[in-house]
């Protein structure tokens, strides 16, 4: 959409009563709206009775953790530094940074984390023997999160 039909759009939202105002075209979708200058109450919400199965949130409580989780063998953690999507190898198809059993040196890359379509070399901080490797490629990451285990 061209720059100059965003601008008459927000002058005539400006010039108008609507508050809100929402355009699609072939280029995309665009929604203007204009800030009341006294605060509004929230609409009132009603309950959506189309849903026929719960809805999951992220903020939900968390889950009871078991003692079947597989023993981690000793070592230094490598956590991930962001949120993002974890990465073993430089591309699809490609030999991946590292490998259990691989001696790796401080500053040596060892993934990636893809945050917000940037990708984002992650190296070691301590050398060693990597001894485990604990997240799948391609899986959503958080920050803190253990990505492999050194010794």
């Keep these: 959409m061209d720059i100059r039909k965003i601008k008459k759009l927000i002058e005539m939202v400006e010039n108008s009563s609507i508050s809100e105002i929402e355009i699609t075209e072939e280029e995309g979708t665009i ?3 204009r800030a009341l200058s006294t605060p509004s109450a929230p609409p009132p919400t009603t309950p959506n009775t189309s849903f026929s199965a719960p809805i999951e949130t992220s903020w939900s409580a ?3 953790e078991t003692d079947q989780s ?9 956590e991930s530094p962001m949120v993002g999507t974890f990465y073993r190898a430089p591309s699809p198809g490609a030999t991946p940074f590292t490998e259990v059993g691989k001696t790796i040196k401080p500053g ?3 993934c990636i984390v893809e945050a917000m379509k940037i990708l984002n070399q992650i190296e070691a901080e301590v050398g060693g023997t990597i ?4 997240v799948e490629d391609g899986e959503p990451v958080e920050f803190g999160q253990p990505l492999f285990i050194v010794d």
């Design 62 to 64: 968390p889950k009871p």
């Design 70 to 78: 597989p023993a981690l063998p000793e070592g230094t953690v490598i």
């Design 31 to 33: 929604r203007i709206n």
């Design 108 to 110: 040596e890359t060892v």
């Design 131 to 134: 001894k485990a490797v604990l």
